[in-house]
């Protein structure tokens, strides 16, 4: 199994290109199975998860077409994807088990076949991400939900979903996706209240309208979709990812170093996230490329931070900001407020000598003076990323283990660092 070796205590400096966001692309993708026209894709990232959805969408009889590789680190590929006709509508465990975005396959093959059997997701190793809210959006849209033998087996009678109001208990942005594509196909009006508001859905929303649909309230609690008979074709350029964003921000702290994210309208998609960065020292300057991002002081400030729902602090950066806050002036408490068990990267930052101690769901984090090489194990996507960022202040030589948790979602992550300055290689596992 490959790994990541890491030298730390090199300045990084350069320019850093911000990729296409993966979870603005994973339902962007999916969308191509409501129309028989091609949706073509620009800026998606080359990540795995992005290859196990095109593998899944393919065995639903969507044909995709490589139009531009991307192997410049400054842009991502175009790809694609036309689905004349829907071959099956059964998205198998076997593919599903490796990504639990693939179940947003299930809104767009039930809305416009009128049925969908899905492989229920499984567990997750940051907590529990129950999919009862989509179903249950599902039945105010007329539609029976049948699970047996690990499967959702859902119907629309008459072969098409109706309108209706779907109030959500809680924010999820998978059921927001999953009911927002499958509104645009239904007979009638749909109002989504209490839905998620990440710019992810925004993303998806207006990818829906230049394919025809009728989305309004588009970044509200309020979305109102009026079905249309038949999306057509459109080209769309996939947002940029707003966590690797705040992920090499946090790098150019960490290193005393000064990075210019290459990406538009950084500034705005990082809102929740430019705030936390602020208040811990952070300065961020546009440019005409991006955002200049450097630390303003000498050592980070150590702050307090609860994760929470767009536009709040993103549980997705929770773990990049503890590492960053290992070596912060003082004290910082973490709370999270989204995942039950996402402080597994925890044990790894204290085995680099981090000073965290963790209650329930609170983790207070007391700055040392330098965390110290080891050999640790990631845990999950964000929790590798914390290692790594980790790896880049620490003395003498970190090995990041299980990295394939990164190739889910950090595009040329070597490659892109390296390019900036850090001393990092990736090994194969075959030699280790």
Avoid: W
Wanted: negative net charge; contains cysteine.
């Amino acid at each position: 199994m490959d790994r990541i070796a890491i030298t730390g205590g090199f300045r990084l400096e350069g320019q850093l290109p911000i990729s296409g966001a993966k979870n603005a692309a994973l339902p962007l993708m999916c969308a191509s199975l409501l129309t028989n026209g091609c949706l073509r894709l620009s800026n998606l990232p080359h990540l795995a998860d992005i290859k196990t959805l095109k593998e899944l969408l393919e065995g639903h009889g969507v044909a995709t077409n490589v139009e531009d590789e991307g192997k410049d680190l400054s842009k991502g590929q175009t790809v694609s994807f036309t689905t004349e006709v829907i071959t099956s509508t059964t998205a198998p465990y076997d593919i599903v088990r490796k990504m639990r975005a693939s179940i947003l396959v299930l809104g767009p093959l039930l809305a416009r076949e009128g049925e969908a059997t899905v492989s229920l997701p499984g567990g997750c190793a940051i907590g529990n991400r129950p999919i009862d809210l989509h179903l249950k959006g599902f039945e105010e849209m007329g539609a029976t939900i049948e699970l047996a033998e690990g499967y959702v087996r859902a119907v629309a009678p008459g072969g098409r979903l109706k309108g209706g109001l779907v109030e959500f208990p809680t924010v999820s942005v998978g059921a927001t996706e999953n009911i927002l594509m499958a509104a645009t196909l239904a007979s009638g009006t749909t109002t989504i209240e209490n839905a998620a508001r990440e710019p992810e859905i925004s993303d998806l929303a207006n990818c829906l309208n230049a394919m025809g649909a009728k989305i309004s309230g588009i970044g509200t609690r309020t979305l109102i979709v009026v079905g249309v008979d038949q999306l057509h074709s459109a080209d769309y350029s996939v947002m940029p990812d707003r966590i690797e964003a705040g992920s090499y921000a946090v790098a150019a702290a960490m290193t005393r170093g000064e990075l210019e994210l290459i990406g538009n309208d950084l500034l705005d998609v990082l809102t929740g996230t430019v705030g936390v960065l602020k208040s811990a020292g952070l300065e961020f300057t546009q440019t005409d490329n991006g955002l200049l991002v450097k630390l303003g002081s000498d050592k980070v400030n150590g702050i307090n931070v609860t994760t929470q729902p767009y536009p709040g602090f993103p549980t997705d950066m929770q773990a990049q900001v503890m590492a960053m806050m290992t070596l912060c002036d003082g004290a910082s408490v973490i709370n999270e407020t989204i995942f039950e068990n996402r402080f597994m990267h925890v044990p790894e930052l204290t085995r680099m000598g981090a000073d965290i101690t963790v209650h329930g769901s609170t983790a207070t984090v007391r700055g040392v003076d330098q965390l110290l090489g080891a050999p640790v194990m990631a845990t999950d996507l964000r929790a590798s990323m914390s290692l790594i960022l980790a790896g880049l202040v620490a003395d003498r030589q970190t090995f990041v283990n299980r990295i394939y948790h990164l190739d889910r979602g950090y595009e040329r992550l070597v490659e892109k660092l390296s390019t900036c300055g850090a001393q990092i290689v990736r090994e194969d596992g075959k030699g280790i």
